[in-house]
């Protein structure tokens, strides 16, 4: 794997970054001594003292290296400052002692001074202060003052743990295909769901939705009024409510992707534009993170967090699974197209170009964050338009699905196999034991709640949306799991009323409950009370 595709996990960024900016101060000290000895031994004031930062980070003053004494220092006086930063500047600067000779072999000289010296003769002596030294520590704090200045309007997404982020974005896929969405190996090009193969939960909603196969047919064996009112309410919501249901999934974690993306470009860039800056300067950083590569826009973002209107209410008869472009964890659809910062060798153009590219990210990130906003947005306005029992199943709560079974049904008459209706019941109590295990993946989610933050660690406007749809995602599937619970203990008591309209049907109901004790079948393995979780909502 190329380094440029590699997640910063690191959950001390900020720190990270700051030992990255400190290799790029030492680099650019080093880099603006060299270039200011160049100037002061062609008598040149080609040299900065500030490039992007206000001002000086100190009161002291440059010791002036154009005055005539100075001059001949550093032209006749073998001026120790000068040769340490031509010799690589190896060794503190703290070890260099310079005595300040002039060249004037021990006697005081008067010769015309420089514009300096304000015009006239001068004295030289033959040895005079260096001041030198002085500037190049001075040079120093000039490079910090950039370094800071860069530094603190830097994004830092300093303490988000995209472990945690990307396990949370794994879990609702994993949530997702036991919900019929799946990734099949020849979509690589382009990510998407397909219906899973023998999936357990696929298989229920399917046969309690009403759809025909060889080896199983709940409602041919029961019809009539009482199988009228269960297929027309409750399980005509089914299929909309799984299909739904894993549309928001994968939209939520298309989401959860996207902030991983916003962090990650975030850290990639203003490490890579550090350490770029670092190696401009000529030196090598030494920091163990080297992406080489800096992050342009990230790729196709718009298409891959993309929500989905409601699903079609498919009714009786409807089959299961559901289409939705994921984005994928740092990759895929996210995946960004890439380029190298030029630099040229000057200190300035290195300082501004680093400055520049902060500036360009800054404005980069509130672009992001927008559009991600707007996405948390789309999705709870979709989910808004969603019939409430599209999204957590028809209420049971006061109604039987039973219906009035004293009466004939469509047609005349009925049809009241126990055996059927007990099928119907089994599948809705497995129904709602499975869905508890994918309320639990989402659950888990809430681990990574901290790490869906800003650049500053605090919740966006776009975290706090998605927080809140992540929470309302969870109440449609505690819903459901209750409602196929309560729908499971209904159905099994219209069986139950069924068999006491005949001897053959009430021993088959008998038999049955008996396999069903000994196979541990209708027992409920939930978390809480179903008809507490089956309660009607404030959703409509």
């Known amino acids: 794997m190329s380094p440029t595709n590699s997640p910063i996990y690191d959950t001390h960024f900020a720190h990270t970054l700051a030992v ?42 440059l010791w002036d290296a154009h005055t ?15 040769k340490w930063v031509d010799g690589g500047q190896k060794g503190p600067l703290s070890a ?33 202060r260096c001041g030198i030294g002085d ?18 309007k830097m994004p830092l997404f300093d303490a988000h743990d995209q472990h945690k982020l990307q396990e949370a974005h794994d879990a609702l896929l994993t949530a ?30 399917n046969s309690l939705s009403g759809e025909r196969d060889q080896d199983n047919d709940f409602w041919a064996g029961w019809t009539g009024l009482g199988a009228d009112h269960a297929k027309d309410g409750f399980f005509k919501t089914c299929v909309p409510t799984f299909d739904n249901q894993s549309l928001i999934i994968g939209s939520v974690a298309n989401l959860y992707a996207m902030r991983g993306a916003i962090i990650q470009k975030c850290r990639n860039n203003t490490l890579y534009s550090a350490q770029s ?9 030494v920091t163990k993170t080297d992406l080489r590569e800096f992050w342009d826009d990230l790729g196709g973002l718009g298409a891959a967090v993309g929500v989905y209107s409601a699903v079609e209410t498919a009714g009786i008869g409807g089959v299961v699974g559901a289409s939705l472009s994921l984005a994928g964890w740092l990759g895929g ?24 590219k902060i500036d360009e990210l800054k404005t980069k990130l509130a672009e992001m964050e927008e559009a991600y906003l707007q996405k948390v947005k789309q999705l709870r306005a979709t989910i808004d338009s969603i019939k409430s029992a599209d999204l957590e199943l028809f209420d049971l709560t006061g109604k039987n699905p039973e219906g009035d079974h004293a009466k004939p049904g469509k047609g005349g008459g009925y049809t009241a196999n126990v055996d059927t209706i007990l099928g119907i019941s089994k599948a809705c109590f ?69 068999s006491a309209t005949e001897d053959d049907q009430r021993d088959a109901f008998n038999r049955i409950m008996s396999d069903w004790r000994k196979d541990h079948i209708g027992e409920v393995h939930v978390h809480g009370d179903p008809n507490d979780l089956a309660r009607a909502t404030d959703r409509h």
């Not at 021990?106 to 040895?127: F, N, Q």
């Not at 036991?178 to 229920?204: K, V």
């Not at 933050?453 to 819903?479: C, M, P, W, Y």
């Open 20 to 61: 990255a900016m400190n290799d790029f101060h030492a680099a650019l000290t080093k880099r603006w001594r060299e270039k200011y000895v160049d100037a002061i031994k062609n008598d040149d004031y080609d040299y900065p003292t500030y490039i992007v930062r206000e001002g000086s980070p100190t009161d002291q003053q």
């Open 68 to 82: 005539k004494a100075a001059r001949c220092h550093i032209v006749f006086g073998d001026c120790k400052y000068i």
């Open 96 to 128: 260099v002692r310079c005595e300040g000779d002039t060249g004037t072999n021990g006697k005081t000289v008067e010769v015309p001074g420089t514009p300096a010296d304000g015009g006239g003769l001068v004295k030289v002596p033959p040895h005079i």
């Open 135 to 152: 500037n190049l520590k001075l040079i120093d704090q000039w490079a910090y003052g950039e370094r800071d200045a860069i530094y603190f």
């Open 176 to 205: 997702g295909r036991r919900l019929g969405l799946n990734r099949t190996p020849t979509q690589a090009a382009q990510p998407g769901f397909q219906p899973a193969d023998d999936n357990d939960l696929i298989n229920i909603v």
């Open 277 to 285: 800056a670092t190696k401009a300067c000529g030196e090598t950083a």
């Open 333 to 356: 659809k996210l995946f960004p197209s890439t380029s190298t910062i030029s630099y040229t060798e000057e200190v300035e153009e290195i300082v501004r170009t680093l400055s520049g």
């Open 430 to 498: 497995d129904a709602g034991n499975a869905y508890d295990g994918v309320t639990t993946l989402v659950n888990e989610t809430d681990d990574a709640d901290q790490d869906l933050a800003g650049e500053d660690g605090s919740h966006t406007e776009g975290d706090k949306a998605l927080i809140d749809v992540r929470n309302q995602l969870k109440g449609f599937l505690s819903t459901t799991t209750g409602r196929y619970i309560v729908a499971a203990r209904e159905v099994e008591k219209a069986a139950k009323s069924y």
